[in-house]
């Protein structure tokens, strides 16, 4: 009987273990989850504006191929002759040439900015889908060692475990640590 007693606390222990690593990797994965969506959120917004700016810049440079164009067709077709609707349509064209010629690099720059700043948000969302990743296979390694009653799968449950809160909090902390060889592998 105390032999029974004996080898029914110790399945309770690891029970109790793995209950409380899947309570402690679950809540740290739901936090890291909606971090990640906020951070996926910020980066469709950072898209959309550098995609937009890069409309712009380039409607902003075919304006000015246009205008120089007609400014030019204009020149030729007066052909030395200093018409009034010549000399102003020409004025005219001049100034458009040189607001376009001044908003093309802000546009290109503000296009770029909103560029690298998708790049920045995109290791921190790395960072979530790694720490994801390895939290969800710690729970899943703890499922087993619950049903296998291995203490040693439960370890590696927290290996992976801690791999995963390193990563969530790298994101979270805005760390530059990136997971390259498991974003090369999975990407």
Known sequence: MELEV????????????VAMTVVILS???????????????????AKADSVDRWSEYQATRTKWH????AQSEIALIADGKTSPMA???????????????AAAPL??????QFSD???????????FDA????????????????LAESSGALIAAWLFGAMGLFMGLCGFAG???HPDILSNLLG
Not at 6 to 17: P, V
Not at 66 to 69: D, K, N, P, S
Not at 87 to 101: F, M, N, P, R, W
Not at 117 to 122: G, P
């Open 66 to 69: 246009i205008a120089r164009t």
């Open 117 to 127: 700043c998708y790049d920045a948000l995109n290791v921190h969302d790395d960072q």
């Open 107 to 112: 546009l290109a720059r503000q296009a770029q």
């Open 87 to 101: 000399v102003t349509t020409l004025a005219s064209l001049q100034g458009e040439i040189v607001k376009y010629q």
């Open 6 to 17: 004996s080898a029914e606390a110790k399945d309770k222990t690891l029970n109790r273990r």
């Open 175 to 177: 760390w530059a640590f």
């Open 27 to 45: 809540v740290a994965m739901g936090l890291c989850n909606i971090k990640d969506g906020n951070i996926v959120q910020a980066m469709q917004q």
């Open 131 to 146: 720490s994801d990743a390895l939290i969800s296979t710690a729970i899943s390694i703890a499922a087993v060692a619950a």
